[in-house]
Nanobody, 117 residues
Framework: QVQLVESGGGLVQAGGSLRLSCAAS????????MGWFRQAPGKEREFVAA???????NYADSVKGRFTISRDNAKNTAYLQMNSLKPEDTAVYYCAAKQGIGSYEYWGQGTQVTVSS
């Protein structure tokens, strides 16, 4: 069982930056692929970025070049650095974890990110 707790959300002006953190419980953090997702009001949850246990990363086209996912296995923490934020980035951001290539098994409670124009 893995528990995930996000932090770092808030209100920021367009063009600004935020860094989200995802603290994970457990002693096998390094074996998990960590992902970030978001859900805007009235929209479905969408993939943002992932950092696999093997060390590769991938991003949604909408955030490439602006967002960076990273992880610190010694601290059991994943991060999402968000730069050049746009109003359309406004959403609840969720951290997720999975083993293998299946669906994400564990989810955090989410953190609100609001970007004002």
């Amino acid at each position: 069982q893995v528990q995930l707790v996000e932090s770092g959300g808030g209100l920021v002006q367009a063009g600004g930056s935020l860094r989200l953190s995802c603290a994970a419980s457990g002693r096998t953090f390094g074996r998990y692929t960590m992902g970030w997702f978001r859900q805007a009001p009235g929209k479905e949850r969408e993939f943002v970025a992932a950092f696999t246990w093997r060390g590769s990363t991938n991003y949604a086209d909408s955030v490439k070049g602006r967002f960076t996912i990273s992880r610190d296995n010694a601290k059991n923490t994943a991060y999402l650095q968000m730069n050049s934020l746009k109003p359309e980035d406004t959403a609840v951001y969720y951290c997720a974890a999975k083993q293998g290539i299946g669906s994400y098994e564990y989810w955090g409670q989410g953190t609100q990110v609001t970007v004002s124009s």
